[in-house]
């Protein structure tokens, strides 16, 4: 990897249960990130943009009355370099 083109990241983003999601939009209309994209034939939000996410923030998980959005239960950071290389833990960088 080139060391130029490298940065540190961290992988945090939003998982949704889908089978707990009841399509109330309160997650995509409140997140002011564009994590979300709303999905109109399936009712739900997807994350479509997870690398607009901000580290450390649970403010949609917080606000889901069905509990239905969940986040690492901590920060992974990762060396990545825009290609996809594997990180020091074998896992493939975004």
Do not use: L
Not at 56 to 62: D, I
Not at 64 to 80: K, L, M
Request: charged share 25%; glycine share 10%.
């Amino acid at each position: 990897m080139d060391a130029s083109h490298s940065e540190v990241r961290a992988i945090w983003w939003p998982t949704v249960d889908y089978e707990k999601c009841v399509g109330c939009q309160d997650c995509y209309n409140f997140c002011k990130h564009a994590v979300y994209e709303w999905d109109a034939d399936a009712g739900h939000p997807v994350v479509t943009h997870p690398e607009n996410c901000v580290p450390g923030c649970k403010a949609c998980a917080k606000i889901c009355d069905q509990e239905a959005i969940s986040f690492p239960e901590r920060t992974i950071w990762c060396t990545c370099g825009g290609g996809g290389e594997e990180d020091e833990a074998g896992g493939v960088a975004p």
